[in-house]
């Protein structure tokens, strides 16, 4: 039996630290906060009409970021 490591189980230092769960969690929760303000100002109809999109990139951004190492 060698010891040579198994194909697919090596993660360089730099996607370790760049695919981490607590900053990318902050994001999509902005990002979905920032969609609920875009969805409650009388305002702009822009940003009402792009607060759909915004939560729901907020949400599923959050839903994948989650599966993420600590």
Same mark, same amino acid.
């Given at each position: 039996?060698?010891?040579?490591?198994?194909?697919?189980?090596?993660?360089?230092?730099?996607?370790?630290?760049?695919?981490?769960?607590?900053?990318?969690? %902050?994001?999509?929760? +902005?990002? &979905?906060? =920032? /969609?609920? !303000? *875009?969805?409650?100002?009388?305002?702009a109809?822009?940003?009402? %009409?792009?607060?759909? +999109?915004? &939560?729901? =990139? /907020?949400? !599923? *951004?959050?839903?994948?970021?989650?599966?993420?190492?600590?």
């Open positions: 039996m060698s010891a040579q490591p198994k194909i697919g189980t090596f993660r360089s230092p730099l996607s370790r630290r760049l695919f981490r769960r607590g900053p990318w969690e %902050t994001v999509a929760t +902005v990002l &979905i906060a =920032v /969609g609920i !303000v *875009m969805l409650l100002q009388p305002l109809l822009v940003l009402f %009409t792009y607060s759909f +999109v915004t &939560i729901l =990139v /907020g949400t !599923v *951004m959050f839903m994948v970021v989650s599966k993420f190492p600590d």
